[in-house]
């Protein structure tokens, strides 16, 4: 489900549709983050990249062919 703090979906989740249920978690995880900047996704990187904030704390969410991700990594 992408829920904090549960192991299964909650019953009350169970009773939406997919697609309903997406746009729940969704519209959870937009309210937990603020987004920074974004990079859009290039043929050239073959990646893309968004910069959030969330309780002072930056992250970079990436997503993208796994060999471009791991290759900009220096911690793999």
């Known amino acids: 489900v992408g829920l904090p703090g549960y192991d299964s979906m909650p019953t009350a989740l169970t009773r939406l549709s997919k697609q309903d249920r997406v746009g729940y978690c969704n519209n959870y995880w937009e309210g937990q ?43 793999a």
């Open 33 to 75: 983050y603020t987004r920074l900047a974004t990079l859009e996704f290039s043929r050239d990187r073959k990646m893309m990249s968004v910069l959030c904030t969330r309780k002072g704390q930056e992250t970079l969410f990436v997503k993208g062919a796994p060999e471009s991700v791991l290759a900009a990594c220096d911690r």
